[in-house]
C-alpha cells in the first residue's frame, strides 16, 4: 500500500522559513519523480514545484520560485520542500504528490497534508 506522510508545516511569520518532510512507503520511491502541491481554502489545487526520480532535475511554479528549494534522499525514502521567505499567501495544506513532475496528478496519489498558515 502507498503511503505518503508530510510533516513540517506550521504558523510561521511572514519572512520566515520551514521545511517540510514526505516519509514515503509501500512503492520503490527512488524509480519515481515527485512533487508538492498546494491547496488554500475555498482554491483548486496548485502545483508546487517537482523533481525527478534521482533527484537531478527540480522546476518550480512561478509563485515560489527563488523562495522554495525541493530535495529528495532516496536511500531514506524522504522528499523535502525547504520553503523560505515565506508570505501570507503561501497559507495552504501542502501535499507530497507520487509519480508526477509537473503536474498536480490524481488525488490518489497525494499523501494526507500538512497545514502551514504564514500569518502575524
Known amino acids: 500500500e502507498v503511503q505518503l506522510v508530510e510533516s513540517g508545516g506550521g504558523l510561521v511569520q511572514p519572512g520566515g522559513s520551514l521545511r517540510l518532510s514526505c516519509a514515503a512507503s509501500g512503492f520503490i520511491f527512488g524509480s519515481y519523480d515527485m512533487s508538492w502541491v498546494r491547496q488554500a481554502p475555498g482554491k483548486g489545487p496548485e502545483w508546487v514545484s517537482g523533481?525527478?526520480?534521482?533527484?537531478?532535475?527540480?522546476d518550480y511554479g512561478d509563485s515560489v520560485k527563488g523562495r522554495f528549494t525541493i530535495s529528495r534522499d532516496n536511500a531514506k525514502n524522504t522528499l523535502f520542500l525547504q520553503m523560505n521567505s515565506l508570505k501570507p499567501e503561501d497559507t495552504a495544506v501542502y501535499y507530497c504528490v507520487m509519480g508526477t513532475m509537473r503536474r498536480v496528478g490524481p488525488r490518489k496519489n497525494w499523501g494526507q497534508g500538512t497545514q502551514v498558515t504564514v500569518s502575524s
Open positions: 523533481i525527478n526520480y534521482v533527484g537531478g532535475i527540480t
